[in-house]
């Protein structure tokens, strides 16, 4: 099983350019998530979705859009990029609160620059 | 601000040494208490979990402490392994119903041989 996969691995931006980030699992899981993980900041939550055509704002929703039109996938879009969005982000999933309450998933994470 | 306080930042251990991990929080909604370890250019995996209503939990060499009144809980790796070596994060459940979790800021462990 592949788990979680995001894709790109790596990615540069400049200022004001826009980007999805795609999240994929094989796991029939609920729940998405996306992380943005910082130096001294731990992982932050984004957005997040409890099933296919549902999202929610996570703790730093500003500056990222997000959609769930299928069970399997999470995009993740950044509509005008700022240098402060320079981060890694992890996509995460999660079967439910009850099976496994507290236990994410989660991919290899995104390296995203904006210069 | 920082909904899960982790300290220390870092951690240099002996091989066969204990590493210990502290968390604290204020938040009363928290239902759930996992630890996740992750290894460089990799995602966090889930190491280790509790519930508020158990005052430890014990697994192989890894040990959770949990102290409900001081709104505190602890990682305790026994017998240190250079394997070990890895950034660890505590983080609380909020009992929405979506299994959402807050992370402490991170502790990375050295295990020197």
């Known amino acids: 099983n592949a788990g979680v996969t995001q894709t790109p691995k790596f990615r540069v931006l400049k200022t004001g350019q826009s980007m999805t980030l795609l999240c994929a699992q094989d796991m029939n899981h609920e729940y998405m998530y996306w992380y943005r993980q910082d130096p001294g900041m731990g992982l932050r939550l984004i957005h997040y979705?409890?099933?296919?055509?549902?999202?929610a704002k996570g703790e730093v929703p500003d500056g990222y859009n997000v959609s769930r039109l299928k069970k399997q996938n999470f995009l993740l879009g950044l509509e005008s990029a700022a240098p402060s969005q320079t981060s890694v982000y992890f996509c995460?999933?999660?079967?439910?609160?009850?099976?496994?309450?507290?236990?994410?998933?989660f991919g290899e994470g995104s390296r995203l620059t904006v210069l | 601000q920082q909904q899960v306080k982790q300290s220390p930042q870092s951690l240099i251990v002996q091989k066969g040494g204990i590493s210990i991990i502290n968390c604290a929080y204020e938040?009363?909604?928290?239902?759930?208490f996992p630890w996740y370890q992750q290894f460089p250019g990799k995602g966090p995996a889930l190491l280790i979990a509790?519930?508020?209503?158990?005052s430890e939990k014990k697994e192989g060499r890894f040990t959770i402490s949990f102290n409900k009144s001081a709104k505190q809980f602890s990682l305790h790796i026994m017998d240190s392994q250079p394997g070990d070596s890895a950034t660890y994060f505590c983080a609380a459940r909020v009992e929405t119903g979506a299994n959402n979790l807050f992370f402490g800021t991170g502790t990375r462990l050295t295990v020197i041989p």
């Open positions: 995460a999933s999660s079967p439910d609160f009850l099976t496994s309450p507290g236990e994410l998933f």
């Open positions: 509790i519930r508020p209503d158990v």
């Open positions: 938040n009363t909604a928290f239902d759930y």
């Open positions: 979705s409890v099933g296919e055509g549902t999202t």
